[in-house]
């Protein structure tokens, strides 16, 4: 399957910490996205990373890329109630085009 | 405003019937997605559309068809032969290989 797969599948944190979700994947790509949703909402992208990148900031966000064991992580730092949503990736696998291929997501929850 | 709007949002289909959910873009996107996400899970890539008059199917395209004759519009039709085509469906565009912005859904429930 050229799909993500993200672990944990559920994640409880108390506000203030971090929350850290990984993404694995088997195929080459040319770049790995973050989205988020709130329930039952449309998803909003996060961050993207490129095939050639690393590491990625944005505000609280870190994301990490490693093409060499096909996987990712995203770091939220000092988590916020708000923060509550799920998590997803998605990778544009290489030989595909345009396709972006979403994994199964991470539901965080933030407890205040 | 730019941006992608889905119609509409709750839509209800008797056993047997074709429906079709409109998305439609502002934003000169070339490429649009169809996806499908059941309650509790992720997003599964029905069609996916990279230029006007061209769509390539993705994982779960039995049971659906789409169209793609003008930029803005990628209309997607579920067919009687979705079997279980109670759903939420999210359509989203983006440029080449940049990040995807989504409409707000269409919840399809058969009755």
Redesign the interface.
């Known amino acids: 399957s050229q799909?993500g797969e993200e672990d944990p599948q559920a994640l409880s944190i108390q506000e203030g910490e971090n929350a850290t979700m990984n993404c694995s994947y088997k195929t080459s790509i040319?770049?790995l996205?973050w989205?988020r949703q709130n329930s039952?909402?449309?998803?909003?992208?996060l961050i993207?990373i490129r095939s050639n990148e690393r590491e990625k900031h944005s505000g609280r966000l870190r994301v990490t890329l490693d093409t060499s064991k096909k996987s990712s992580s995203l770091l939220i730092t000092a988590s916020r109630a708000a923060d509550t949503a799920s998590y997803?990736c998605?990778i544009?696998p290489m030989e595909?085009?345009?396709?972006?291929?979403?994994?199964?997501?991470t539901i965080l929850r933030v407890k205040s | 405003d730019g941006g992608i709007t889905q119609s509409p949002k709750y839509l209800f289909r008797k056993e047997g019937q074709n429906v079709t959910l409109s998305c439609e873009q502002n934003l000169n996107h070339?490429?649009m997605?169809w996806?499908r996400q059941d309650p509790g899970?992720?997003?599964?890539?029905i069609y996916?559309s990279?230029i006007v008059n061209d769509f390539?199917k993705?994982?779960i395209a039995e049971g659906y068809s789409v169209s793609r004759e003008k930029k803005e519009s990628f209309p997607l039709t579920v067919t009687s032969a979705q079997k279980n085509p109670t759903a939420?469906y999210?359509c989203?565009s983006?440029y080449?290989?940049?990040?995807?912005?989504?409409?707000?859904?269409t919840r399809l429930t058969v009755v």
């Open positions: 799909q040319n770049n996205q989205y039952g909402r449309g998803l909003v992208h993207l997803f998605a544009s595909y085009g345009n396709k972006l291929v979403f994994g199964a997501g | 070339d490429a997605y996806y899970q992720g997003l599964r890539l996916y990279q390539q993705g994982d939420f999210l989203a983006s080449h290989y940049t990040e995807a912005f989504f409409g707000q859904g």
